[in-house]
């Protein structure tokens, strides 16, 4: 409780509006519980507490760590960051949380991990999407190390000064503001250090349209879609999106060498 609010990171700033709850909270992508915007109702049903974090793979010692006990070892901070959703709409957030890379810390990863998976739970008990065949359940989303250790990548267990909602992603969830809203994934609870590159949720299900790096770039269209702008939550306004969402100074470094790979789709 006396987490939130958790101080700002003024480093984090943003050149537009917050985009207010009613807007952000109520348009939401969260397929495990439905498949439409309204998924708030549904997303309630998901018990948050206790919730653990399976840490596995190409570590030092396995471990499993509850959230709550997470947070009291890494601390919490604000930022605000924006959220480009490949479906070309966008909105502007304080997410509370913690930069990833404490988290890969603790983990202490082997000289041979080269990537993060980063999964989902799995209950068709309470997300009935689950039940569901055709999508490759659970989701699943995955990190380089160097992405997973720039500072830009963080770990929110909060957004607008409280913990949470469940919509959101409850208790913890991902936030990649430089790649399309897919990668940053809802409600983990297992995170594996690995050598190969994962197969992503969205790559099991339609590789030619979404790709492992996802990064935003305007001037490569979805091929049902063009990037080129994106409607802003809660205005009547289209506004240009911009390269990697704004944040090239960032990351842009991160991709140097990999101009091979399809890094925006
Ligand atoms: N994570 C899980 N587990 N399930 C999902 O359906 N949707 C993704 C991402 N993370 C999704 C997910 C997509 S497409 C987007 S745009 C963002 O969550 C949406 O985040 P928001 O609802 O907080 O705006």
Redesign the pocket.
Known sequence: GNLYPAPRNQAYTLDRAVTAEKY?GN??????FSLSKTVLPEANALKTKPWTIKIDGLVEKPFEIEVEELIRKVGLEERLYR?R???AWS?SVPWTGFPLAKLVALAKPLSGAKYLQMQ?FMDKAVAPVQRQFIYPWP?TEGLTMAEAGNDLAFMATGIYGKPLPN???API?LAVPWKY??K????INKISFVEARPKTFWEGLQSAEYGFWANVNPAVSHPRWSQASERVLGTEQRVPTLIYNGYGEQVADLYKGLEKERLFV
């Open positions: 952000s348009y939401n992508n969260f397929y495990e959220h959703c490949v479906e909105m989902t989701y919509q959101f992603g969830r809203g897919f940053s994934i809802k409600s």
